[in-house]
Structure formats: structure tokens, C-alpha cells
């Protein structure tokens, strides 16, 4: 027989998800309503405007994807790429190198800026590459890699590539609702991110975005989307429009919860959360590094809410990790890659991102110590 679910009652400080309000789950447990009831049609008009205000742009096309991040990324790079158009794309940690296989699988032909894990892409960079390519169609960048915990500029080089009549995209999975991120004003051209990390909602949905001169790129291409779910001419419709067709059922208690999470972040303020996740982090990052942890990235460029620090000497990484999951129900994440065995992923995100959690964490530390 199958037991009842019945799961630990976990402290959420990984690299995703994290910690939901009991408000998102109330939420999550609404009873059902049909996906084209008029009153989820309404719900869908009030996440669409949400989201607009929480990316910070006034983006027409804007909408949530009925999939997680990642399906978010395949939407911007399926969409605006055709098989022999040119993208360059920064890779320094996982999710470039994610990025990469998709541009590839679409036929186009990509030129690489790789960088050591933890370090970013800089505008001297950028420069290089368009010398070999000066014409792109797109830039790609991680706003915040996961994999790395490192924060990458991206209005300095949004004009480069502008000037040099490409578009510019961006991956903020990590980065939204947590530090700064201004889509009109940096001019970001196709933007997508996920509901897990700072808006701490389920995983499981990709809020996108797309500028004027990304729909122009859409309504120009010469062949049809390899992908029919991710076709962004037949799901556009669905999220908004006069005319609201079928195009596939929407996660409707997703959804439910994805609204009172972006409530939540309206309710705190935006600008008021990036400074409390940079505040947490202060906190933190001062007393781990009392304990000997040292951060992988430099001061300048880390990320306030994903902190990737390598053990004091002579710890068993995983040994610990597990430790902390089993007797004290606190989760952290391990390296990838290169990093795995040798550092952790502190997440502090949305929900998980209290003096409380940086307490409970710190604590275990130094009890497993004793
Ligand atoms: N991009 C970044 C920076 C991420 O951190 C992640 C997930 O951790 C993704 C993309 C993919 O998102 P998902 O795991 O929701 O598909």
C-alpha cells in the first residue's frame, strides 16, 4: 500500500525553490475554475499586469509560460532565432552552456564568450566577439547564474549590442524579484525567469517578456517555430488579446499561486525587496565567513541571494550538506560542474530570506561544531 504523502517540513536555503508564504499555498488550494472561465480569464489580465510591473516594463507581450524556466528559455531562443542567424551567447556557468545546446538545436550559428566559472562578461569582452561577429541577431546573457552565484551587468552592454542592430535577451531566473532588474529601461528585448527562487511560488512557470523590436522579429521570420507548444504566434492569443482562444490548459492552481506571490512582492515593494535580500545577505556573509567559509566570486559581483562559498578547510562537503537536510531539515545546494565536492549554494530568496533563516543555518553550523 501507498502511504499518505507525508514530507519533511523543510527550511528552504538551496538554489531553488524556496520557502512559500502560507498565503501562495491557501492559493494553491483553491477549488478548480475552468481554464477559460471568465473569472480565470480576469486572473490571467491580473497576472499578465503583475508581471509587467514586477519586470518593470510596459511590454505588450507579456505572459507566463505553462512550464518551467528552462521552457522559458527555449521560448525566447525558438522564437527569435532561424536556422543560420548568428547569436552570441556569455557563458560562465551552467545556464549559458544550456542556452548554447537550444541555439544550436535551432540552426544557428553561435559564437561563444566563455569565461571562467564566477567570473562575468565584460563589455571589453563583448567587444571582442563583434569584431568577429558585428552583425548578430542576438545577445544572450544570465542575469545571475545559479550555477556560479555571480550578478552580470547587463545595461552596459545592452547599448553595444543595440548599436550593432541585435537584440538583447536575457535569463533572470534567479535575478527577479531579488535584485535589480529594469527591463524598459535597460532595454532588454526578450527577458524570461521562473516562479521558484525570489518570488517564491512553486516551480513550474515561466513569466516572459518581449520588446517591440523583439514582436518585429517574430512577425518577420521566414520559417514556422520548430515548436508548436512554444509558438509564441499561436500561445499569444491565450494570454491576451481580443479574442481568448484554446491553445492548451493552463496550470490553473499554478496560476493561482503565481498571483498571490507577484501580490506579495507589489505589497513589500520591489526596490524594498532588493534591499532587504542585499541586507540579509550582509548579515550572512559576515558570519559565514567568521565560520571560514570563503565566497567563489568577487566582492563586486555577487549575488545577494545566492551566495556560493567554498568549506573551510578540511570539511566533508556532502557529508555536511546531508546533515544539515536529515537532522536539521535545513536544505543547501552543492556545486555543479567543475564545483561539485567544493562548494555550497546558499540561496537566501523571496520567503527564505529572513534573519530567522540566517540564524537557524548558522546555528546547525556551529552545533554540528561542537
Ligand atoms: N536559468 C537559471 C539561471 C536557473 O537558475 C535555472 C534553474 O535553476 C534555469 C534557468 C532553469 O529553470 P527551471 O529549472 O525552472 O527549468
Given at each position: ?28 488550494s ?36 505553462s ?89 552596459e ?15 533572470a ?31 513550474g512557470?515561466s513569466?516572459?517578456?518581449f ?81 571560514g567559509f ?77
Open positions: 500500500m501507498y502511504t499518505e504523502l507525508n514530507t519533511s517540513n523543510r527550511i528552504l536555503m538551496g538554489p531553488g525553490p524556496s520557502d512559500a508564504h502560507p498565503r501562495v499555498l491557501k492559493a494553491m483553491t477549488p478548480l475554475i475552468g481554464h477559460l472561465d471568465p473569472e480565470f480569464v480576469s486572473i490571467m489580465d491580473e497576472v499578465k499586469s503583475m508581471v509587467q510591473k514586477t519586470f518593470l516594463t510596459q511590454n505588450h507581450l507579456t505572459f507566463v509560460v512550464a518551467p524556466g528552462s521552457a522559458g528559455m527555449e521560448t525566447c531562443l525558438v522564437n527569435l532565432l532561424e536556422p543560420g542567424d548568428e547569436i552570441i551567447i556569455g557563458v560562465n556557468g551552467v545556464f549559458g552552456g544550456r542556452m548554447t545546446d537550444i541555439a544550436e538545436r535551432c540552426g544557428a550559428k553561435v559564437h561563444k564568450i566563455e569565461k571562467q566559472w564566477g567570473d562575468i562578461i565584460t563589455v571589453e569582452d563583448v567587444k571582442k566577439v563583434l569584431n568577429i561577429c558585428p552583425k548578430p541577431k542576438l545577445l544572450a546573457l544570465v542575469h545571475a547564474e545559479t550555477s556560479t552565484g555571480a550578478l552580470q551587468p547587463i545595461k552592454i545592452s547599448d553595444l549590442v543595440h548599436n550593432a542592430g541585435g537584440m538583447l535577451m536575457v535569463d531566473v534567479t535575478s527577479y524579484c531579488g535584485v535589480e532588474l529594469r527591463v524598459d529601461d535597460w532595454d532588454i528585448d526578450a527577458i524570461y525567469t521562473g516562479t521558484q527562487k525570489c518570488l517564491s511560488a512553486p516551480p512557470l513569466p516572459v517578456s520588446s517591440d523590436r523583439a514582436v518585429q522579429a517574430l512577425e518577420n521570420r521566414k520559417t514556422k517555430v520548430q515548436s508548436w507548444f512554444l509558438d509564441l504566434s499561436l500561445v499569444k492569443n491565450y494570454w491576451g488579446g481580443s479574442k481568448r482562444a484554446y491553445h492548451h490548459t493552463a496550470p490553473v492552481s499554478s496560476v493561482f499561486a503565481l498571483r498571490e506571490s507577484l501580490r506579495i512582492v507589489l505589497e513589500e515593494g520591489l526596490e524594498s525587496r532588493w534591499e532587504r535580500h542585499n541586507a540579509v545577505h550582509q548579515v550572512l556573509k559576515a558570519k559565514l565567513e567568521k565560520l570563503k565566497y567563489l566570486v568577487e566582492e563586486q559581483h555577487r549575488l545577494p541571494n545566492l551566495n556560493s562559498v567554498f568549506l573551510p578547510n578540511g570539511n566533508d562537503e556532502a557529508l555536511i550538506r546531508n546533515k544539515l537536510l536529515k537532522d536539521y531539515n535545513i536544505e543547501v545546494g552543492g556545486g555543479l560542474g567543475d564545483f561539485a565536492g567544493k562548494i555550497w549554494r546558499i540561496g537566501i530568496m523571496g520567503e527564505s530570506c529572513t534573519l530567522n533563516h540566517v540564524n537557524m543555518l548558522i546555528s546547525a553550523l556551529e552545533d554540528m561544531n561542537e
